[in-house]
Nanobody, 127 residues
Framework: QVQLVESGGGLVQAGGSLRLSCAASGRTSSSYIMGWFRQAPGKEREFVGVIRWSDGNRLYADSVTGRFTIYRDNSKNKVDLQMNSLKPEDTAVYYC????????????????????WGQGTQVTVSS
């Protein structure tokens, strides 16, 4: 079992930046992919981006490509989400998620495929 704890959310003006962190503890050596999802009020949970732990291969949602970047720190068992050029529509609760088994890349964006979730951190972008 992997425990995930997010941090770094907050309030920022449009065009600004935030960096979220996801600290993993427990059986982190078994993590295959770790990713970020978000959920805005009244909307379904949405894929943001994911990174494969072994080789750093990344996948992003079209809506954040070029603005958001995922970084991994193997020594600290930590995954960060650097968010630049933030827009009001990026406002949501951001969740870190992990999966410990192989999964075809075409399925990385689907939330039900992830076994472990953090508690979420609020990101609010004002216009």
């Amino acid at each position: 079992q992997v425990q995930l704890v997010e941090s770094g959310g907050g309030l920022v003006q449009a065009g600004g930046s935030l960096r979220l962190s996801c600290a993993a503890s427990g059986r982190t050596s078994s993590s295959y992919i770790m990713g970020w999802f978000r959920q805005a009020p009244g909307k379904e949970r949405e894929f943001v981006g994911v990174i494969r732990w072994s080789d750093g291969n990344r996948l992003y949602a079209d809506s954040v490509t070029g603005r958001f970047t995922i970084y991994r720190d193997n020594s600290k068992n930590k995954v960060d989400l650097q968010m630049n050029s933030l827009k009001p529509e990026d406002t949501a609760v951001y969740y870190c998620a992990a999966r410990d088994r192989f999964l075809f890349q075409s399925q990385w964006s689907r939330a039900p495929n992830y076994d472990n979730w953090g508690q979420g951190t609020q990101v609010t972008v004002s216009s």
